[in-house]
């Protein structure tokens, strides 16, 4: 592998084979700030959207994404380098304040094994060596497509959709996965995002193959039956996009970032509250920039700090 000349800095940190080889112990599920906009019910064009990604090499970025004309990137953090090789799927990461700095955790899969991971960055956003912590959760993940951390100030919920088209969900406990539910119908799924969290329901936002729309709300107490309805008809605009990262903007609206990485490129929607087809969708055109890394998510913060998603 050819290291970056950046990353002499970090030689005394070790890539995350070594760490999980070392069998190392997780620290806690974690968060930081990022406080989501507030204010006029639409959504607005000053609205951000911080960004995580994995590129092949195993560095961790986050960018900042801001709803200009076009939309453009108007920041950049980079975290560690050369750690999180081969992996192959995350859900959001959350950055929370601790003595030194912050710390971002978060789970990720690398090959078909899902692990907790997290590390601490001090005031100059610079990885802190001996920080990194991992746990591991279980394997069996190279038969899955997507996956999330739904995280509020009650509850934390994993979900993922296998390759078969189940939708499935567990309930944290502590450190456990607990309280495994499904519901099958989703094989035409291509890219989801978390768009609302409420005390009653996550909804979010999938594309299908043939290039639909729809919002999927699933009840988080009671019977596990997602309600599925069609936003956007079938065509080009949603047939690209590979993932999709969600952030609030407003009161009740949503940033979309429609990542096609076939392409390396991205397209930023500004979505108002999601109601069906009578949904609000302003193309804000392509974002200036190259999206060539193997593993998108959202970043955010802990959930006490920071307003929930409300995009239905």
């Not at 070594?18 to 620290?27: D, E, F, K, S």
């Not at 990461?93 to 978060?106: D, L, N, T």
């Not at 119908?185 to 999938?206: E, H, K, N, P």
Request: glycine residues 12%.
């Amino acid at each position: 592998m050819t290291m970056k000349d950046s990353r002499s800095r970090w030689a005394g940190v070790l890539p995350l084979a070594a760490l999980l080889a070392a069998g190392l112990g997780a620290g806690p599920a974690s968060a930081s700030p990022v406080v989501a906009p507030t204010g006029a019910q639409q959504v607005t064009a000053a609205c951000k959207m911080p960004v995580g990604s994995v590129t092949a090499a195993g560095d961790h970025y986050i960018r900042e994404y801001t709803a200009t004309s076009p939309p453009s990137m108007t920041g950049e953090t980079r975290g560690l380098l050369a750690t999180f090789l081969d992996a192959g799927m995350a859900g959001s990461m959350v950055k929370e304040p601790v003595a030194a700095g912050s710390r971002y955790s978060g789970w990720m899969v690398f090959g078909n094994v899902m692990w907790a991971v997290s590390y601490e960055i001090d005031a100059q956003n610079k990885p802190i060596a001996g920080t990194t912590k991992t746990a591991r959760v279980g394997g069996g993940w190279d038969g899955y497509s997507y996956f999330e951390t739904s995280r509020t100030t009650t509850r934390t919920n994993q979900y993922a959709l296998r390759s078969d088209g189940t939708l499935l969900r567990w309930t944290m406990s502590g450190g456990t996965w607990a309280a495994k539910v499904s519901a099958p119908g989703f094989s035409s799924v291509r890219a989801m995002a978390l768009i609302s969290q409420t005390s009653a329901y996550d909804t979010f936002l999938a594309t299908t193959r043939g290039g639909a729309l729809y919002s999927v709300r699933v009840p988080t107490t009671g019977a596990f039956k997602p309600v599925v309805k069609l936003v956007g008809a079938a065509g080009s605009r949603w047939e690209k996009p590979i993932n999709l990262v969600a952030e609030r903007c407003g009161q009740y609206g949503t940033l979309l970032l429609g990542i096609d990485r076939n392409g390396q490129n991205a397209e930023m929607f500004a979505i108002g509250h999601v109601n069906g087809t009578a949904t609000v969708i302003n193309e804000l055109h392509w974002v200036d920039g190259e999206f060539a890394d193997p593993v998108y998510f959202r970043m955010t913060g802990r959930p006490d700090l920071t307003p929930p998603l409300n995009g239905e």
